[in-house]
C-alpha cells in the first residue's frame, strides 16, 4: 500500500486540509495483461490522455481546483488505474472479479455530465465506461415498456424511440451528454417531469452487476412485486452498490399536439400558489417553470419574448403512423448567449451598472448589496410562468384549456404563446459555457432543492437568503408535483483570487445546504449527491443511512464500489486518522457519516 494525498476539495466535509488516502499499489503491467484478457487491447487503457480525461466529471468545485491549479492540479488530481469499455454483461462480471482479487475501486461512468463529483476516482481503480453497452435492445408495445442498455446515450435513446412512435418523456438539459445508466444513478429529473415523472417513476426493473460479481435482475414489468421493491434500492445509489448494464423502463406514446404558453404572476408566492392548485385540481401540465424576479429579468434581457411563435400543432413526424410528433424539434446550434452569461455579466460589472461593479468587486458584501438592490427593482415586474402540455390531441386540447383557466381565474396574465415556444427553442442553451466562465476568473453553479408545497416558500427564502450572503442568486421553480415541487437556484461568484474564489464557493455550498436541512428540504432534487453534498446525507437520511451501509456491506462486501461517495464509509479512507475525525464531525458543520463499519 502507499499512501498518497487526495486534495482537500474532494475530502467532504474536509475543506481547507489535506487528507491522507490510501491507494492500493498496483503492478500496472500485470493489471494491463489481466484487463486484455477480459475486454481485448483495443477496450481498455492506461494511458495518461484518458486517465486525466476519466479523472473528473462536470462538478464546477473541480473546474475551480483547475483553474487555480493548471496543469500540475490536473496530474496530480486522483485518475484511474485503468480505463475499460465492456460490451458484455459477462465482462463486467469479470472486471469485478478481478478488481476484488486486486482490491481496487470501480468507478461506474456514463457521460460523465454528473456535477457532484459522483464519477470521480477518488482512490483510482478501474473507471468502467458504460458506453459501449448501447442498445435499444426493444419495445413491447402491447406492456409500453422497452428494454435499453445502461450506456445509451440521451439523445439517441430518445431518438430511436421516437422513431418507432413512442417517448421516454425524460429530457435533461444534459440529454445530450449523459447516458440512460447515469440518470438512474442519480435519479435524474428531465424538463418534462410534471407529466412523465422522474426518472425512478419510470423504470421497470434493472439488470446491475453488484459488488460480488453477482448479476441481479430486479422486479419485473408488472407491479406485482414480491416483497420489498429491489429496483429501488439500486436507483439513485450512484454506482455505490453495483453496475447496472440494462434496464427495463416505461414508454408512452409520442405525443400528437404541444400547447406552450407564458403567464406573469405577481410575484412568487401568488405563481406558487397557482401551480399547486393546478396540479392538485388533476391538471398534469408537461413543463411547468415559474421564475423569481432576477430570474424573468435575466430571461427577458434575452429577448427570448420576441422570438416566433409556433403552430398550436405541428406536423406529425412523416415515418410514425400514429399521428405523433417528433420526440422533441430539433436544436440549432446557437451563439446566443445563455441565462448564465448574462448573469455573469451582471457579476462581473459588465452592464450599465459596470462603474459601481468594478468599484465594489473586491468587495463580495459590498457587490452582494448592489445586486439585492437590482433585485428589489426588479422585483416590480412580476414573474414569468411558462406552462407546456403535450399529449394525446384531444386530451391536451382540454388540459390546456382547463389549465389556462384556472391560472387565470387565480390572477395569473396571459402573455400568449410566444414565451412558452422561446423557452421550447432556448431550453439547451444555458448550460455548455462553464470552462470561458471559469477561465474569465468567475464561477457559476446550480443548487436543486426541493420541499412539500407546505415549506417550499420557507426553502425559497432560506435558501436565497444563504447563497445571497455570498453571490448573485436566482431560482425558478420546476419539477411540480401533487405534493411539492423543486427549486433551482443559479448562482454566480467572484473573487479576487482563485483561493478566495474556493472559499466562496464552499460557503455558499455549505450554507445553501444547511439551510435547506434547517427548513425540511431534500438536499437534491434530482443531480444526486455524489462527493458535493455527502457530508449531508446523514441529515437527510438519519437513522436510514444504516440500512444504506448495511446494503453495502452486503452488496458490495469488500466495498470497491465507488467509495468516498453518497456519505458511506470509504474503506480506503477509513485506516486514517483525519477520516476518523470526519466521522466525528470535526471538520466543517457537516453532518458526521454514519458510523456502520465492516
Ligand atoms: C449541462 C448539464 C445539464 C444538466 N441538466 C440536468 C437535468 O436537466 N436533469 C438532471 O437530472 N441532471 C442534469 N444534469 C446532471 C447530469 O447530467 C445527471 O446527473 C445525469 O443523470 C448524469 O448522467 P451521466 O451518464 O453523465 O452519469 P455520470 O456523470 O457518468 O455518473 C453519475 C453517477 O452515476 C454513476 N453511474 C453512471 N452510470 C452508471 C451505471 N450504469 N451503473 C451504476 N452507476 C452509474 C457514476 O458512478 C456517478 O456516481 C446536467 C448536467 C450538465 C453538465
Redesign the pocket.
Known amino acids: 500500500m502507499k499512501v498518497s494525498q487526495v486534495p482537500a476539495y474532494l475530502r467532504p466535509g474536509m475543506r481547507g486540509r489535506t487528507v491522507p488516502a490510501m491507494t492500493v499499489a498496483v503492478d500496472v503491467d500485470r493489471l494491463q495483461r489481466d484487463l486484455e484478457a477480459i475486454v481485448g487491447p483495443r477496450r481498455m487503457s492506461l494511458r495518461t490522455v484518458d486517465l486525466e480525461t476519466y479523472a473528473r ?2 462538478w464546477p468545485r473541480l473546474l475551480l481546483a483547475y483553474r487555480e491549479g493548471g496543469p500540475a492540479a490536473l496530474r496530480d488530481a486522483p485518475r484511474p488505474h485503468a480505463v475499460v469499455w465492456p460490451e458484455h454483461v459477462r465482462e463486467v462480471v469479470a472486471l469485478v472479479k478481478l478488481a476484488r482479487s486486486y482490491q481496487l475501486p470501480i ?10 463529483g ?2 470521480v476516482p477518488l482512490h483510482g481503480g478501474i473507471t468502467i465506461d ?1 458506453k459501449r453497452m448501447q442498445q435499444l435492445r426493444s419495445v413491447h408495445t402491447e406492456e409500453l415498456i422497452c428494454d435499453v442498455e ?2 445509451m446515450s ?1 439523445e439517441r435513446f430518445e431518438r430511436e424511440l421516437a422513431r418507432r412512435g413512442y417517448t421516454f418523456g425524460h ?5 445530450y ?15 418534462l417531469s410534471t407529466k412523465y415523472g ?2 425512478e417513476d419510470r423504470v421497470a426493473g434493472l439488470t ?1 452487476v453488484t459488488g460480488r460479481g453477482d448479476v441481479i435482475e430486479t422486479d419485473g414489468p408488472n407491479r406485482a412485486l414480491r416483497g420489498p421493491n429491489w429496483t429501488q434500492l ?1 436507483v439513485g ?4 452498490l ?4 440494462s434496464a427495463r423502463l416505461r414508454v408512452a406514446p409520442a405525443p400528437q399536439l404541444r400547447v406552450f404558453r407564458g403567464f406573469e404572476v405577481d410575484d412568487v408566492t401568488m405563481g406558487v400558489e397557482a401551480i399547486r392548485r393546478v396540479l392538485q385540481k388533476g391538471l398534469r401540465p408537461a413543463v411547468v417553470r415559474l421564475y423569481d424576479e432576477l430570474d424573468t429579468l435575466m430571461n427577458s434581457l434575452g429577448g427570448s419574448d420576441h422570438a416566433p411563435a409556433r403552430s398550436r400543432t405541428e406536423a406529425p413526424s412523416p415515418p410514425v403512423a400514429t399521428g405523433a410528433l417528433p420526440a422533441w424539434p430539433a436544436v440549432e446550434p446557437t451563439r446566443e448567449d445563455g441565462v448564465i452569461d448574462r448573469l455573469l455579466a451582471f457579476a462581473r460589472g459588465r452592464t450599465t451598472k459596470q462603474v459601481a461593479l468594478n468599484a465594489a468587486l473586491g468587495n463580495s458584501h459590498l457587490v452582494n448589496k448592489l445586486f439585492g438592490a437590482v433585485a428589489e427593482k426588479v422585483a416590480r415586474r412580476g414573474c414569468r410562468l411558462i406552462i407546456g402540455l403535450e399529449g394525446a390531441r384531444i386530451r391536451t386540447e382540454v388540459e390546456a384549456a382547463l389549465t389556462f383557466h384556472e391560472l387565470e381565474s387565480l390572477g395569473a396574465r396571459d402573455k400568449g404563446e410566444d414565451p412558452g415556444w422561446a423557452w421550447l427553442k432556448n431550453r439547451y442553451h ?3 459555457r ?1 470552462s470561458p466562465v471559469f477561465r474569465s476568473g468567475a464561477f457559476v453553479d446550480t443548487m436543486e432543492v426541493a420541499a412539500s408545497w407546505e415549506r417550499l416558500l420557507d426553502l425559497y427564502h432560506s435558501v436565497r437568503e444563504a447563497i445571497g450572503r455570498h453571490a448573485v442568486v436566482m431560482a425558478h421553480f420546476s419539477h411540480a408535483y401533487v405534493d411539492g415541487c423543486s427549486i433551482y437556484f443559479t448562482f454566480a461568484g467572484t473573487a479576487p483570487d482563485a483561493r478566495s474564489a474556493e472559499r466562496l464557493y464552499d460557503a455558499i455550498w455549505r450554507d445553501g445546504m444547511e439551510a435547506t436541512t434547517r427548513v425540511g428540504g431534500t438536499i437534491s432534487h ?3 449527491v ?1 462527493l458535493l453534498k455527502a457530508p449531508y446525507m446523514q441529515g437527510e437520511h438519519r437513522e436510514a443511512m444504516a440500512i444504506y451501509e448495511a446494503a453495502k456491506a452486503s452488496l458490495d462486501p469488500d466495498g470497491v464500489f ?1 467509495p468516498g ?1 453518497m456519505g458511506l464509509r470509504d474503506r480506503w479512507a477509513a485506516a486514517s486518522p483525519s477520516s476518523h475525525a470526519h466521522a466525528r464531525g470535526e471538520y466543517g458543520s457537516a453532518p458526521s457519516p454514519s458510523g456502520v463499519r465492516r
Not at 461506474?108 to 457532484?116: H, I, K, L, R
Request: hydrophobic content about 35%; proline content about 3%; overall charge positive.
Open positions: 466529471d462536470m468507478v461506474p461512468y456514463g457521460g460523465g455530465s454528473g456535477v457532484c459522483g464519477a458504460t445502461a450506456g440521451g429530457f435533461p438539459s444534459s440529454i451528454c449523459s447516458t440512460v445508466g447515469g440518470w438512474l444513478a442519480t435519479r435524474a429529473a428531465g424538463q422522474k426518472v446491475v439500486i445509489s450512484e454506482g455505490t453495483g453496475l447496472v448494464t444555458v448550460s455548455y462553464m434530482h443531480h444526486g455524489g465507488n461517495k
